[in-house]
């Protein structure tokens, strides 16, 4: 079973940035996505960026592209998601998670699809 550990979140001020880290194991299968989440208080969860280990291939929400980046680090089988230019609306929940992929496949930010998730870390951006 994969389990995903977050780390990183916390209060920044507006313009600041964070780097959040996902550390995964327990992969048993050759390509996989790893999607970034977001849920506000009283809002639907909202996915942020996603990649997949197949092709290398990510995906931003129009709300933070161009201000986050998601990468990984193999040898420490961990993602973050680099936050800069932060914006009050950006204060959430964040959650990566992750779903097995086919061979060539691209990933989805629909939360739906997605099948582990980690516990969550909350970022606040707030003066």
């Known amino acids: 079973q994969v389990q995903l550990v977050e780390s990183g979140g916390g209060l920044v001020q507006p313009g600041g940035s964070l780097r959040l880290s996902c550390a995964a194991s327990?992969?048993?299968?050759?390509?996989?996505?790893i999607g970034w989440f977001r849920q506000a208080p009283g809002k639907e969860r909202e996915g942020v960026s996603c990649?997949?280990?197949?092709?290398?291939?990510?995906y931003y929400a129009d709300s933070v592209k161009g201000r986050f980046t998601i990468s990984r680090d193999n040898a420490k089988n961990t993602w973050y998601l680099q936050m800069n230019s932060l914006k009050p609306e950006d204060t959430a929940v964040y959650y990566c998670?992750?779903?097995?992929?086919?061979?060539?496949?691209?990933?989805?930010?629909?939360?739906?699809?997605?099948?582990?998730w980690g516990q969550g870390t909350q970022v606040t951006v707030s003066s």
């Open positions: 998670a992750t779903v097995p992929l086919l061979a060539g496949a691209t990933c989805s930010v629909r939360p739906v699809r997605y099948d582990s």
């Open positions: 327990g992969f048993t299968v050759d390509y996989y996505a």
């Open positions: 990649i997949s280990s197949s092709d290398g291939s990510t």
